[in-house]
């Protein structure tokens, strides 16, 4: 589960339960009228719905789940294996890595290690790479426009409950000792809008952006091995290359790190 996507729901809950109590209220109060949280979640999806294609719609517990989740890059890992990767075909040449990228689980490594053994050029294989991850992050795009889209909505449906209250209100005139509940069950769908847009819908949205730059962030990484690993490029350099990606704490315990792994051969190469 994504820790941070948790902790900040618990965060934002408790402390508009805290507030409401404080102002005399009850969290019950929230569901005393589901009818404003039928339109305010029904009338924003279903809107957004009309925006976007059937099979977004049809995504969307998929887009939920990512944002619930973690996806955990291994940076490190992929370091050290762009970088013996890098080593082996400097020293058996590209085609030694044949047998080594059947064994790659991620697909767009796998891939972009295959493309090099097999000799295509090397701006068709950045073409392809960068393809690759402009069409993963059109993809992700769609998920991002949704949840914002909806978040716009939400808001305008919690006005257009209030007002059907208001005017459920402007019925009940000659009996004033429910004018105050009414008032009350108006308004509560204008604080559901408001509610689902800030604390579920454009929340949502935001993670879904920032899990898709971290992986866009990853595959450009793994490119930059791929393109210097084709290149015939030292490994110390092919290393020095990829913890550029690297925060400068990861970075420096990396190089550290990679000072241990590459050959001796390579090592003095590298200085040379």
């Known amino acids: 589960m994504d820790i941070a996507t948790i902790a900040g729901l618990i965060l934002s809950l408790t402390a508009i339960i805290t507030a409401l109590i404080m102002d005399g209220g009850t969290p019950g109060e929230l569901f005393a009228h589901p009818s404003a949280i039928i339109l305010i979640f029904g009338g924003a999806l279903g809107a957004t719905a009309i925006t976007a294609p059937l099979k977004i719609v049809l995504q969307l517990p998929k887009y939920i789940i990512q944002a619930f ?88 449906f919690g006005i257009i409950g209030t007002v059907m209250g208001l005017i459920s209100v402007l019925k009940q005139l000659d009996n004033p000792g429910a004018l105050g509940e009414a008032i009350a069950a108006a308004f509560l769908a204008t604080l559901w809008g408001l509610l689902s847009s800030n604390l579920i819908f454009l929340p949502i949205a935001g993670k879904l952006k920032a899990k898709d730059e971290e992986e866009a962030h990853d595959r450009y990484m793994q490119m ?8 015939g490029e030292n490994p110390r350099i092919v290393r020095d290359k990829l913890n550029a990606y690297l925060s400068p704490s990861e970075a420096k315990s990396e190089e550290e790190a990679g000072d241990k792994k590459v050959p001796a051969g390579n090592a003095e190469r590298a200085k040379a």
């Open 69 to 156: 989740t973690t996806r955990k890059f291994d940076s490190r890992g992929t370091i050290d294996l762009l970088s013996k990767l890098a080593d082996k075909a400097r020293r058996e040449g590209l085609l030694a890595l044949e047998d080594d990228s059947k064994k790659i689980e991620d697909k767009f490594l796998q891939k972009g290690i295959s493309m090099v053994v097999d000799g295509i050029d090397p701006e068709q294989v950045s073409a392809i790479l960068e393809t690759t991850v402009a069409q993963m992050r059109a993809r992700h795009k769609q998920g991002m426009g949704f949840f914002t889209a909806a978040g716009a909505f939400a808001p305008t």
């Open 224 to 231: 930059e091995g791929i393109l210097a690993i084709q290149a």
